[in-house]
């Protein structure tokens, strides 16, 4: 078996036998991973969460206890029930609630409400806070704490809540901070809020009469999950883990004000696999407890168990921890060029989980299509049709057509018989200053490929040496350097632009930001450009965020254009990796701009979330070159350099990822004292980090490799003696 991830090519897949030992721990761990997934006591999870659960030592229907029913078909979360501030009871309701979870393998979110917000002079909230945390943090059945509730919906100020996280955070790292978002407000309004906790969770409830009455968006069918599953996306903006939030009951069908309504299994099984391809990584399901949506047996007990029966649990069952799907839910999404055609409406997902390829696809609402889908490994033939049994679908050269009806889900599961190795086709524009005229202008370099803007010195000039960026390609040639007063230069592209999808990527670096000229505001710093050599497209902006940092923000430009700006800090001599996107698809036209983005996101063929976006402004213009802009000396940084300028119709032709680096295995060993010791040749220079696992789905950071000589690593386990088996992988840093 072969594993390749951040341009690593092999994998030690080291047995080490004739060890049996059991262990435990005294408390849980819980945390988020670099691929936003949840990491449970070293393993991966897709959280699936029930909100609120049942009575403490609460009974099903048929007798079972309530927790084991959960756990058993997969939902291994759920909210301790709340409906007072903090006492001296409501403390000993949890320690009742958070040991039963504990004699059932399942693990609680502790609601922190009142506690976990605060102003500045309050010191009796602080104090109660720390006493309520000291209490639980190292229970066994911890899993996160919730913060307020809808906290902006609810006027809770952003800096009011994180100084509850602050303290959160101070007393326990052991344990995430969730936060639920109502479906209301803005990216902008909603992203000050993204430091104050560590999972974004957003409750949309579609069903009720008249449908869709918990949105403000103009759809009101179910397939608004999708789309409120992008909206939360964007707020997390790539450095989130979040869920969505799914209803079993709400107050828009508690009878006698509204009238009663529960999703189908149809509708429930849709709305959970839509988030899911959308890019949710957890799941929570709102309502089981609301006293007039029971039935008389069901409230005798607390909870809704005929929901429980009839719709929730057989979609748990479908993707939950013990679901066929529970692998590929914790995967990354791949970078196949899997394409769907014959329908727009089509939406789906591919996780590789080797043996296995999977494909999870949905259709919104409409008529029935029959769709196929293209792009897969040309070596895959039978793929099962998952929780449809006997159905399956045939796929040849690469794809294979089916029917969607509308709001249904496929899961496929394919055979991977080779290691699947995927290129993008080359950008259709690559400049990587290969000009050998160090100091001098790069506009000497064939004059017919430049143009200029403005007033002042033409010094764009060469530089010696080339920008990098961890994942991305190797650069070639050299480099750029302008800043302050001068000439803007364009990169002509000598094709026109107006149609489609335009990506364009780049290195940049503020070499020197100099703020005794320059006055910090708001300032482009490069443009996408149309033919007019004035009008300005997709606009990379900087400003001060201090005496010492800057951020990037995204401008479409025209009249009544508007900067969105990004909130992470940088400083002089940080080298970025921008990729924009001009989208003259959308109405309004969108640009959007990555900033840094993950290595295991580069390379791929869809867009990664984890963006920046802004309609505003003016359309309608064609595109043909790209601007490195100077000015005067106080309206932008006094020295910045570009490097490896690339224009293509797509997020891989844009997004090259390093090649493979060839590392070679020269000893394995078994020490005296149990631990177990292998040694590797490299001579790429970069570090590695070696992760472990026992049954090759879970992988877990256990270490670093040590080099003991040049070129030559070593990584000893001592904790091997814990495990009848274990496997190692290399993972370049």
Known sequence: MHFVRYGVSLALLILAVNYSVLFGQSNSVVTINADKVMVLNGRKIFPITISPGPPTNGKTSTGIDALQEFH?????????????????????????????????????????RELSYFSATDT??????????????????????????????????????????????????????EQTHAPRGTVPDLQPYNSAADILALDIYPIGYPPGANSLLTNKEISMVGDYTDFLAQVANGQKHYWMIEQIAWSGVVPPAKTLRFPTLQQSRFMAYQAIIHGARGLMFFGGNVTATLNPQDAALGWNWTFWDEVLKPVVKQIGDNSLLAGALVQTNSSLPVLVGGATDVEFCVREVPPYLYLLACKREGATVNVTFSGLPTTITNGEVLYESPRSVIATNGQFSDWFGPFEVHAYRFALTTNIVQTNPPPTLYEPFAYSNIGGPVTSNTPSNWDFGGSGTNDLNVANGSLSYPGLATAIGNSVTNGGAGLGVRRLFGTNLSSGKVFISALFRVNDLKFSSWNGSAAQVGALTATDNLTFRLAVMIKSNSPSGYVVGLQKGGTSATTTFDTIEHTAGETLYLVGKYDFTTSPNTVSLWINPAASQLGGTSEPTGFIWNTNGVDGYTIDRFNMRQNTTNSVPAAMQWDELRLGFSWGEVSPAAAPTVVTLTEVTQLQDGAFQFSFADSSGRGYGIYGSTNLTDWALIGAATQVSPNLFQFRDTAATNH??????????
Not at 125 to 131: F, Q, T
Not at 724 to 733: A, D, N, T
């Open 124 to 177: 009796n909230k602080p104090a109660s806070l720390r006493n309520v945390m000291n209490q639980f943090k190292n229970h066994p059945a911890l899993a996160f704490w919730k913060n307020q509730d809808e906290a902006w919906w609810g006027g809770v100020s952003a800096s009011d809540l994180q100084r509850g996280y602050d303290i959160i955070k101070q007393e326990d790292a052991n344990h995430p901070v």
């Open 72 to 112: 058993d078909a997969g939902a291994l979360f759920f909210r301790i029930a709340q409906t007072t501030s903090w006492n001296n009871q409501v403390i000993a309701d949890q320690q009742a609630a958070l040991d039963w979870a504990a004699q059932h393998g399942m693990y609680c979110m502790v609601n922190l």
């Open 724 to 733: 009848s088996q274990r496997f190692y992988q290399l993972r370049g840093q």
